[in-house]
């Protein structure tokens, strides 16, 4: 799957993503104005160009803060064949270069109090720069987009000459509600970059507003895009977690808004050498290696991750196994029907290959026949075959205990989170699955999932070899890495053409 942070590859048309209520929000018609306001460092540049990217008209990003150099260096897309132009304006006003005519806010107040029978000239005051505004004027009838970086600074620091006129406001509220309205009259959208992270009196008056955070949890980064209100426009959520990988604004939608019709689609195992099992992912494969062996991997779950997105992670383990010549002994939760899983492996393997090598298990890991052996040419019926051992199923009566697993082997465990720490499952059975473990060597790997409230949970987690944690926030879902240790990934299910290539998308939060 390409990814963003590709070196010298910027395909920005799959991998720069905005909000949808954005799209929206910047739709033909009325011109809006939106404040995105957050710490330093939390993304507020990389959103207003991904905005301008998306955006079918002119662009302008007038910076105060950033240089065009800096802005070229952190965002190497800009500019590369196939991205849309941005007209990158540095106002050296901002900074208050030598020759500007820049005064402070608080300068012209002053002025005003000195000569309190005499008005400024509003636009003259804040006047544009010179390249922006012959832009604006001749895209008079496109639609335009420009970003302010950052409104503050505009505002108190670089305020232009000021001639005499008649009749115009000059509080700094009202200067800053004149500017507004003379960007609208030009028919501009506008976006304005705070330097604050508090809400501030503007955002009362814009038509949207939105928040950036950065929060360090335990070494790794979250990010969260949280709208305060966008007029007028239809909300699918209030919140997003977003990656800036790649120095590019990527949003991730909520999982469960995603439709997956179809067949659990999989990836095939490239043929590496490596041991262990080919998880059926890419993604978790480049980010997480193969599954562990002989020791079990355990994916650790909250009662808030629906049983859904945990099959759709398992499905594609069981078809890669047995694509291999592998062999699959499945533990089902309890919540999931036969009828649905036979229907399932069906849609990948015949049902000659999946009676001889697909094997369900009990909730105390006994083997019970094959849901497939009633099968036309099955030889048999689920309540009159009698069920192979473990051991024989797997080791097939051969001295060489790997050679008779195939190339590799997969064991999907979903123990019940009520099972109690003292139960005969979690002594015997667990003993059971680790001995079989180190018998079958590098033939076998162990896929546990398991709750994160169930009774078994600290004896699991003391002895697999890969531990990942599933969890859940916002209506988000996320995979976390504790050993190995790993960046947030945010698990989802894939939209457009990768919806029939990809079981499920983990996008780091970086």
Do not use: C
């Amino acid at each position: 799957m390409q990814r963003a942070a590709e070196a010298g590859k910027y395909d920005l048309g799959a991998r720069q993503v905005v909000p949808p209520e954005l799209g929206r929000f910047f739709a033909p018609g009325l011109s809006r104005t939106l404040t995105i306001r957050g710490p330093p460092g939390s993304g507020k540049t990389t959103l207003a160009l991904a905005l301008l990217h998306a955006f079918p008209g002119y662009r302008a990003f007038v910076s105060g803060r950033v240089s065009r150099n800096s802005l070229l260096r952190e965002h190497p897309w800009i500019g590369q064949p196939g991205s849309p132009p941005i007209d990158l304006v540095e106002d050296l006003r901002f900074r208050g270069a030598e020759g500007s005519g820049a005064i402070s806010v608080g300068s012209l107040r002053d002025t005003l109090e000195a000569r309190a029978n005499d008005l400024v000239e509003l636009s003259s005051v804040l006047a544009l720069p010179p390249d922006l505004a012959r832009a604006i004027d001749s895209h008079r009838k496109d639609p335009k987009l420009v970003v302010i970086d950052s409104w503050e600074a505009w505002v108190e620091n670089t305020l232009g000459p000021t001639p005499l006129a008649i009749d115009v406001p000059t509080t700094r509220w009202e200067l800053e509600r004149s500017l507004l309205d003379r960007f609208l009259d030009a028919g501009v959208h506008l976006v304005l970059i705070g330097e604050r992270n508090e809400p501030a009196r503007l955002d009362y008056v814009t038509d949207g507003a939105l928040t950036l955070s950065l929060a360090d949890r335990e070494g790794r980064a979250e990010r969260w895009l949280v709208y305060q209100k966008l007029r007028g426009t239809r909300m699918n959520s209030l919140s997003y977690p977003f990656t800036l990988e790649g120095g590019v604004f990527r949003a991730i939608e909520p999982a469960q808004a995603r439709p997956a019709p179809g067949p659990i689609p999989f990836q095939p195992d490239p043929g590496s050498n490596h041991p262990g099992a080919w998880p059926g992912s890419e993604d978790f494969a480049t980010r997480f290696g193969r599954l562990a062996s002989p020791g079990p991997t355990l994916l650790e779950v909250d009662d808030e991750t629906p049983l859904r997105l945990l099959w759709r992670m398992s499905v594609p383990i069981l078809i890669s196994a047995l694509r291999s010549g592998g062999r699959v002994l499945l533990q089902p939760p309890s919540t999931l029907s036969v009828n649905a899983l036979t229907q399932e492996m069906l849609l990948h393997l015949p049902a000659e290959v999946l009676r001889a090598k697909f094997l369900l298990l009990s909730p105390d890991l006994g083997p019970v026949s094959s849901p497939f052996s009633s099968m036309e040419g099955g030889g048999g019926s689920p309540e009159t075959e009698a069920p192979p051992t473990l051991e024989h199923f797997l080791f097939v009566e051969t001295s060489s205990p790997p050679d008779g697993i195939g190339v590799h082997s997969v064991m999907v465990l979903f123990p019940e989170h009520t099972i109690d720490p003292g139960s005969r499952w979690a002594t015997q059975p667990l003993a059971r699955v680790l001995e079989l473990a180190n018998r079958a060597g590098e033939g076998l790997s162990i896929v546990l999932f398991a709750r994160s409230t169930s009774g078994l949970i600290e004896r699991l987690r003391s002895r697999a070899l890969t531990h990942l944690l599933v969890h859940s926030e916002r209506g988000q879902y996320f995979l976390t890495g504790i050993r190995p240790w790993s960046p947030h990934f945010a698990l989802g299910l894939p939209l457009g053409q990768d919806q029939d290539l990809l079981p499920y998308d983990l996008v780091p939060v970086v």
